[in-house]
């Protein structure tokens, strides 16, 4: 099927004003709805083809986009995937187009780094009406930032579908051996052939249902927000996001079979990710602590020059993890908060804190240093304004972390695709694993269950635990 529903075409149940009562993506793309939160909810993503043999659809997209130059990036790798059959169906078709087909390594993917930027702009041709990547992730991040500063609309074929960034407006890339997020454009339009993602790596499709699973964790964190700080939350696209994992649940119990249609379901799960971070304006659906452990254990290999691991693969590692914090928190004793209160005063200082963050963040202090001197997640007067709340709805915060999926449930699917489900599977030391379990958090100013249970003075205890489990 086609998908296309831009504003120009007639959306029946998208329009301003309704509320959505859908969870299909193809009534999703480009709508703009006021809902029952009180806010209007709006994505630009608009234009999608997934489906078998998408791509050679791709070159009359080109035809309805008006586009006649388009300038295609990938690497040996997307190459061999998809893009040499891209490149046969525009010539067969008769459609111009320029090329970089940059080398991957031997070992690990090609890093979105400055040397992988510098060569395809050093290739890029100044007649280029359009940027297209054939990649999933790296080479999608490069395209749509290229894309962004040259000013050109971004298009995305996709190869595997392995991560949730497919849609969004940033694109994070390595500066320096960091991981810095930069802007970038959206693409006006995803192709994702079903014939192509099928055959995609099993340890890709593995990482792209621990990235959905992830969900589980970062809509748990969302509504724990939601509890202690008051923090703004929608139903509807919790809805549709759960929705979307539940769904993808389903898919991975067959998805070693490769049928076409499981691996859409979760090609779309992927997609409606990107699209609820744009109906709420922020990571929030998509993104809690499963996520900034995930990142926190790459800044290390990136600091140690160690190869990278897929990223919905470290994800779903950090689930796991995540969510056996919050079974644990299901059966754990109300806290005194008494004694809570009275100790604020004896928690390490900000100059203690800062000399971990030198230790643990090594050339990425400063920043996490800068952040927390704005965010003040750990400052002593809001600590005590969210022990207050976390104390007067403790039973509500339990009753969440109940309602949390078992660890060993998502540990169970993950094992049947073969995916690693241990930090030291993928190479992360116990010192990482200990060191992420106690500071992922100064990552982000997202509250989460590690904040949550830092606050509870329950963080060292619940450090202990998971280390016995997983490392
Ligand atoms: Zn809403
Ligand atoms: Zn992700």
Same mark, same amino acid.
């Given at each position: 099927m086609m998908y296309a529903q831009g504003s120009d075409c007639a959306q029946p149940d998208v329009e301003r004003g309704s509320v959505m009562n859908t969870h299909e993506i193809k009534d999703l793309l480009g709508a703009s709805f006021a809902c029952a939160c009180g806010r209007t909810h709006e994505t630009h993503f608009s234009r999608m083809i997934l489906e078998k !043999?998408?791509?050679?659809q791709i070159p009359g997209l080109l035809q309805e986009l008006g586009k006649s130059h388009p300038y295609l990036i990938c690497d040996t790798h997307t190459c061999e995937a998809c893009a040499k059959d891209v490149f046969a169906v525009l010539d067969a078709a008769g459609c111009s187009f320029e090329k970089i087909i940059l080398e991957s390594p031997k070992v690990g993917d090609l890093p979105a780094d400055e040397y992988a930027f510098g060569s395809v702009c050093m290739a890029f041709?100044?007649?280029?009406?359009l940027v297209i990547s054939i990649g999933t992730g790296t080479i999608n991040d490069l395209g749509r930032y290229l894309s962004y500063i040259t000013g050109l609309p971004f298009m995305l074929v996709l190869t595997?579908?392995?991560?949730?960034?497919?849609?969004? !407006?940033v694109a994070p890339l390595i500066q320096n051996h960091m991981k810095i997020t930069f802007p970038a454009h959206a693409p006006i339009a995803l192709v994702g052939d079903l014939d192509v993602l099928a055959a995609a790596p099993m340890p890709m499709l593995s990482a792209g249902v621990g990235d959905i699973l992830g969900k589980y964790n970062c809509l748990t964190d969302w509504k724990l927000s939601h509890l202690v700080n008051d923090e703004y939350y929608c139903e509807t696209i919790e809805g549709i996001m759960r929705d979307a994992i539940d769904k993808t649940m389903q898919a991975a119990e067959h998805l070693t079979e490769r049928k076409a249609e499981d691996v859409k379901t979760l090609t779309e799960g992927l997609v409606l990710s990107g699209m609820a971070m744009d109906f709420t304006g922020n990571s929030r659906p998509a993104s809690g602590a499963e996520h900034h452990i995930s990142h926190f254990f790459e800044m290390q290999f990136l600091f140690d020059g160690i190869p990278a691991v897929l990223h919905g693969t470290k994800v779903g590692i950090g689930t796991v993890m995540m969510l056996r914090l919050y079974n644990e928190l299901a059966k754990m004793e109300r806290p005194d908060f008494a004694a809570l209160l009275a100790g604020i005063d004896r928690r390490p200082s900000f100059d203690e804190w800062a000399e971990e963050m030198n230790r643990v963040y090594r050339q990425g202090a400063p920043m996490i240093i800068a952040l927390e001197k704005k965010?003040?997640?750990?400052?002593p007067e809001k600590l005590r304004k969210r022990l207050s709340k976390i104390e007067e709805r403790w039973d509500l915060i339990q009753k969440l972390a109940a309602s949390a999926p078992d660890a060993s449930l998502i540990e169970d699917r993950l094992k049947a695709l073969g995916?690693?489900?241990?930090?030291d599977q993928v190479g992360v030391s116990r010192q990482y694993v200990e060191d992420g379990i106690l500071y992922?958090?100064?990552?982000?100013?997202r509250y989460t269950i590690l904040q949550f249970l830092w606050d509870i003075g329950k963080l060292d205890e619940m450090k202990e635990l998971l280390l016995a489990a997983f490392a």
């Amino acid at each position: 099927m086609m998908y296309a529903q831009g504003s120009d075409c007639a959306q029946p149940d998208v329009e301003r004003g309704s509320v959505m009562n859908t969870h299909e993506i193809k009534d999703l793309l480009g709508a703009s709805f006021a809902c029952a939160c009180g806010r209007t909810h709006e994505t630009h993503f608009s234009r999608m083809i997934l489906e078998k !043999g998408a791509i050679r659809q791709i070159p009359g997209l080109l035809q309805e986009l008006g586009k006649s130059h388009p300038y295609l990036i990938c690497d040996t790798h997307t190459c061999e995937a998809c893009a040499k059959d891209v490149f046969a169906v525009l010539d067969a078709a008769g459609c111009s187009f320029e090329k970089i087909i940059l080398e991957s390594p031997k070992v690990g993917d090609l890093p979105a780094d400055e040397y992988a930027f510098g060569s395809v702009c050093m290739a890029f041709p100044k007649e280029t009406d359009l940027v297209i990547s054939i990649g999933t992730g790296t080479i999608n991040d490069l395209g749509r930032y290229l894309s962004y500063i040259t000013g050109l609309p971004f298009m995305l074929v996709l190869t595997a579908p392995s991560m949730d960034g497919c849609v969004s !407006g940033v694109a994070p890339l390595i500066q320096n051996h960091m991981k810095i997020t930069f802007p970038a454009h959206a693409p006006i339009a995803l192709v994702g052939d079903l014939d192509v993602l099928a055959a995609a790596p099993m340890p890709m499709l593995s990482a792209g249902v621990g990235d959905i699973l992830g969900k589980y964790n970062c809509l748990t964190d969302w509504k724990l927000s939601h509890l202690v700080n008051d923090e703004y939350y929608c139903e509807t696209i919790e809805g549709i996001m759960r929705d979307a994992i539940d769904k993808t649940m389903q898919a991975a119990e067959h998805l070693t079979e490769r049928k076409a249609e499981d691996v859409k379901t979760l090609t779309e799960g992927l997609v409606l990710s990107g699209m609820a971070m744009d109906f709420t304006g922020n990571s929030r659906p998509a993104s809690g602590a499963e996520h900034h452990i995930s990142h926190f254990f790459e800044m290390q290999f990136l600091f140690d020059g160690i190869p990278a691991v897929l990223h919905g693969t470290k994800v779903g590692i950090g689930t796991v993890m995540m969510l056996r914090l919050y079974n644990e928190l299901a059966k754990m004793e109300r806290p005194d908060f008494a004694a809570l209160l009275a100790g604020i005063d004896r928690r390490p200082s900000f100059d203690e804190w800062a000399e971990e963050m030198n230790r643990v963040y090594r050339q990425g202090a400063p920043m996490i240093i800068a952040l927390e001197k704005k965010a003040g997640k750990n400052d002593p007067e809001k600590l005590r304004k969210r022990l207050s709340k976390i104390e007067e709805r403790w039973d509500l915060i339990q009753k969440l972390a109940a309602s949390a999926p078992d660890a060993s449930l998502i540990e169970d699917r993950l094992k049947a695709l073969g995916a690693p489900v241990r930090p030291d599977q993928v190479g992360v030391s116990r010192q990482y694993v200990e060191d992420g379990i106690l500071y992922a958090k100064e990552l982000r100013d997202r509250y989460t269950i590690l904040q949550f249970l830092w606050d509870i003075g329950k963080l060292d205890e619940m450090k202990e635990l998971l280390l016995a489990a997983f490392a």
